[in-house]
């Protein structure tokens, strides 16, 4: 499993984000959301801006919401054991 996080410099909910992936020993990137062309990448594949976007697997997780993150980790286990 491995996550890539957009994220802006000095975002709390970015530092929140990607201490939460580490909290569950998921590894990520992180890509700054500091160019047109990033922000017009994460418009076409969520139709939003603002930081955090994660990619994880896939699957898009928008903000800081570890639930969110949560289901998605246990639905991702779940079809790797299947």
Known sequence: ????????????????MKNFLDEQQ??????????????????????RLGAPQTNLNGHWILGYDPNQATKIIEFLQQSTEN
């Open 26 to 47: 998921i590894p990520y990137d992180t890509v700054l959301i500091d160019s047109p062309e990033v922000s017009q990448y994460l418009m076409d594949q969520t139709g």
């Open 1 to 16: 499993m491995k996550a890539t996080v957009y994220s802006t410099p000095n975002c709390g909910y970015c530092t929140l």
